[in-house]
C-alpha cells in the first residue's frame, strides 16, 4: 500500500492531502462567513438567517447515509477531486451572478441547497480516505493536525469580513473557486492503491440489482453502529451535542450585532479566542501523547465542561467571556482528537464510509433540529436564556449516553492508536 511502508507521519500522499484541505478550508472560511453576513444584510431578519442554515443543513440528512453506501464500494479518492472541480465552478458562477448586484433569496436558498448536497457528500468521502493516509500508530497526531487546519482557517474571517465590507461578496466567491480548483488538482495526485476495500466489497457483491445492493449496504451500515453499544452511545451524543452547537450557531452571532455597534467584530474577538484555543490544544496534541487508559475520562470531562462553559460566558464581560471561549477552545479539540481518532481506528476500512454517512446524517438532523428551534425560540425569550439551555440539555446527554456507556465507550476511546 503507497506510503504505508514509513511510521512516520508525514507521508508524499498524507501531505498533498493535508496541504489540498488546507487551501480549500481558508478558502471555504472567507466566502462562508462572507455568506451569512450577507444574508442578514439582505433580509435583516434572524428567522431568515436560520431558513438560509436550515437549507444548507436539510441535504446533509439523506446525502451522508447513502454516499456512505456508495463510497464504501466506489473510490472515495476520485469523489473528492471531482466535488472540488464541481464546487470550484459553482463558486466561480455565483461570483459573476451576485457581481452584477442581483439577489434573490429564494433562488440563492436554491444554490446554498446544491453546496450544501455538495459538501455533505465530500465530507464522508473524506472523512473516509483521509485515514487510510494515516501510517500505524499516528492517528492522534493527523488529526491533531487536521483540527489545527481548520482552526487556522478561521484566521480568514476577519480578512473576509473587511473584504466584504470594502468590495461585496463576489471577490471572496471568487478566490473560493481558485481554491477549490487548486485543491482539486492536488488531490489528483495522491497514488492509487490505498482502496484495497473495494475489492473486499467486490467479493460480497452477486447479481443482485445495484439499486437493492445500495439498499442491503445502508442497512447493513445501520445494523453496524445498532450493535455496538459504544458506538451507539458516542454517535446519540454527538447528534445532541450537534443540536445544541446548531442552536449557538444561529443566535450568537446575531446576539452580539444586536447588542454591540460593529458586533461582528466583537463576535470575531470573543470567537476568534476559542480557535486560538483549539490551534494551541491541537498543537499539543500533535506533540504529546495522551495515555490510552485516561482517554474516556479525559473526553467525559471535557464533554462536561465544555457544556458549562458555553453556557455562562455571553453572560460575562468580554475579557471573561474571551477567557472562558478559549478554554473552551482547548477542550473542544481535545474532544475531538480523542473521539474522531478512536473511532476512525475502530471502525473497519470496508465499512467507514456506511459509519461516517450514518454519523454526519444523525448530527446533520440535530444541527437542523436545534438551528430551527433556536430560530422559533428566539422569537419568544432571550438568545441567551435559550442558548443556556441548549447547553444544559449537552450536559445532560453526556452523563446519559457517555456516563451510562462507560465501559463500552472506554473500550473504543482507551485504545493505543
Known sequence: MPGKEKDTLWTR???????????????????GFAMTLMVLDYTESTFL??????????PQIIMPIISGAFLDRFSRRRTIYCLDFLSSILYLAASFILAGGWFSFPVFALYVFLIGSIQSIYLVAYSSFYPLLITKGNYARAYSVSSVLETLSAIMV???????????ISPLLAVNAVCFFLAAVMETRIADGYETYIEKQKETEDSAHKGRMMLRDIREGIDYLRNSRGLTAIVMYFTVSAMVYGAANVLTLPWFRSNYSNGEYIYMIVAGMGMIGRA?????????KIPARQKFRIAFFVYIATAVLEGVYLYLSLPVGALLCFLSGILG????????????????????GRFNGAFNMLNTCGSLAGELTAGWLALQLSPRLVISGFMAVSLLSALVF????????????????
Open 333 to 352: 479539540v481535545t474532544s475531538y482528537t480523542i473521539r474522531i481518532a478512536a473511532t476512525q481506528s475502530y471502525v473497519p476500512d470496508e465499512k467507514k
Open 280 to 288: 494551541a490544544g491541537g498543537a499539543l496534541h500533535y506533540r504529546l
Open 13 to 31: 500522499d498524507f501531505t498533498i492531502i493535508t496541504a489540498g484541505s488546507a487551501v480549500s478550508m481558508f478558502g471555504n472560511a472567507m466566502s
Open 49 to 58: 438567517y436560520a431558513v438560509y442554515l436550515a437549507v444548507f443543513t436539510i
Open 402 to 417: 457517555i456516563g451510562g456507556s462507560r465501559k463500552e465507550v472506554a473500550a473504543i476511546y482507551n485504545v493505543e492508536q
Open 158 to 168: 476577519p480578512a473576509a469580513t473587511f473584504i466584504y465590507k470594502q468590495v461585496g
